[in-house]
């Protein structure tokens, strides 16, 4: 199965998704499966991606989330999908791991390691050419806001 990911889910494919997810091999009655179905749940969405890429997704739910996926934030991470602007800004929130509001050195290093697996031009970039780019009020720091917008920009760049 693979779908145009350019557009939000309807309702009917929701349900088939709350389905899948519920059919995973470590689904518990919580409504949570382990980060190790998550190969699992990439296959079942008809996303196709990189094994790389799986391991990037895998290994940043181990890392920030405790190796644990609810249905509730799959669910999020799959209606924003179609979404380049509201998918940065769930990137950036969740990066931002101390919630200070801003992207830390360490943050961004977390950051750019799953964003440059999506796109390889990405990779190599320091946190300072970051905060240059990125830093639209010049206050020295890159705000959640900020870290969006730049997300945004790139991933948009790279879709032309
Ligand atoms: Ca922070
Ligand atoms: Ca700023």
Not at 11 to 30: A, I, S, V
Not at 41 to 66: L, N
Not at 102 to 107: F, K, L, M, P, R
Request: glycine letters at 8%; hydrophobic letters at 35%.
């Amino acid at each position: 199965m693979s779908r145009d990911f350019s557009k939000p889910y309807t309702q009917e494919e929701l349900e088939g998704l709350k389905t899948m997810f519920r059919d995973l091999p470590t689904y518990k009655p919580g409504g949570w499966v382990k980060a190790s179905d998550i190969p699992a749940i990439i296959q079942g969405m008809g996303y196709t991606r990189t094994p790389e890429q799986v391991g990037a997704y895998q290994a940043h739910w181990e890392d920030h989330y405790g190796g644990v996926v609810t249905l509730e934030a799959f669910l999020e991470s799959a209606s924003v999908l179609h979404d380049t602007a509201e998918y940065a800004k769930d990137y950036a929130l969740r990066f931002d791991k101390n919630g200070d509001g801003q992207i830390s050195a360490e943050e961004f290093k977390a950051l750019i390691n799953v964003i440059s697996k999506h796109d390889p031009k990405l990779e190599g970039i320091t946190f300072e050419h970051f905060v240059e780019e990125a830093d639209l009020d010049h206050d020295g720091q890159v705000s959640i806001h900020e870290c969006a917008e730049w997300i945004r920009a790139k991933c948009e760049a790279a879709q032309t």
